[in-house]
C-alpha cells in the first residue's frame, strides 16, 4: 500500500555532499516515523538516522552524527537526508524506511520496527 522510492545518490570525492530523497506514494505518511539506513558492500544492513512524525525529534548513528542531517517535508511526502563532509566509508546503498510508531525508546534505530523499504539509492565515495 505504501511505496517509497530514493533518489540523490550518486558518485562523489570524499569531503563532498549529497542530498538523498525518499518520496512516498500510495498513502500518506506525515505522522509516521522514518528512518535512513544503508548497506555497504560486504557488510549487513546498518542504521543510519531516523526522524518522529512531526519532524521535532532525530537521532542519528555516530559514525554520521554531526554530519548528516535528517529531514521531512510532510506537505511533500518526502523524508531527506543531507549528508556533508562524505568519506568513503559512507559508501553505501542507502534505503528509506517508514514505520507506523509513535517514537519509541529504539529512537527508530531497529530495522525490524519498519513496515515499508524502498528500494535502494547507491551513494559511492571515492577518496
Known amino acids: 500500500q505504501v511505496q517509497l522510492v530514493e533518489s540523490g545518490g550518486g558518485l562523489v570525492q570524499a569531503g563532498g555532499s549529497l542530498r538523498l530523497s525518499c518520496a512516498a506514494s500510495?498513502?500518506?505518511?506525515?505522522?509516521?516515523?522514518m528512518g535512513w539506513f544503508r548497506q555497504a558492500p560486504g557488510k549487513e544492513r546498518r542504521f543510519v538516522a531516523a526522524?518522529?512524525?512531526?519532524?521535532?525529534?532525530?537521532y542519528y548513528a555516530d559514525s554520521v552524527k554531526g554530519r548528516f542531517t535528517i529531514s521531512r517535508d510532510n506537505a511533500k511526502n518526502t523524508v531527506y537526508l543531507q549528508m556533508n563532509s562524505l568519506k568513503p566509508e559512507d559508501t553505501a546503498v542507502y534505503y528509506c524506511?517508514?514505520?507506523?510508531?509513535?517514537?519509541?525508546?529504539?529512537?527508530?534505530?531497529?530495522?525490524?520496527?519498519?513496515?515499508?523499504w524502498g528500494q535502494g539509492t547507491q551513494v559511492t565515495v571515492s577518496s
Open positions: 500510495g498513502r500518506t505518511f506525515s505522522r509516521y516515523v
Open positions: 526522524i518522529s512524525w512531526s519532524g521535532s525529534s532525530t
Open positions: 524506511a517508514q514505520q507506523r510508531g509513535p517514537w519509541g525508546s529504539s529512537r527508530g534505530s531497529a530495522g525490524s520496527e519498519y513496515d515499508y
